[in-house]
């Protein structure tokens, strides 16, 4: 499996859903502290549009915005799911 990595500010409550998420999932990955005053030469290029945090990295493929790294996650790693399978009940959580 690729390594994985996240782009992110500990006070960042985008970046605490992704962590909260690689946890229940049991994903080992490194997480790399970005200064949003001094942003790293890494992020600018993993999110060269927006230049925002968070980013997940696995292997060479940047992920942004939390919301589509969270789905990317979920269907990344199947084991533990974020969302129930029946679409009526993703639509009720």
Known sequence: ??????????????????????????????????????????????????KKIPVLLHGDKPVAESLVILEYIDETWRENPLLPDDPFEKAMV
């Open 1 to 50: 499996m690729a390594e994985v990595k996240v782009l992110g500010a500990s006070l960042s409550l985008f970046c605490c859903r992704i962590d909260w998420a690689l946890k229940h999932k049991g994903i080992t990955y490194e997480y790399i502290e970005e200064d949003l005053r001094n942003k790293s030469t890494l992020l600018l290029k993993s999110n060269p549009v927006q």
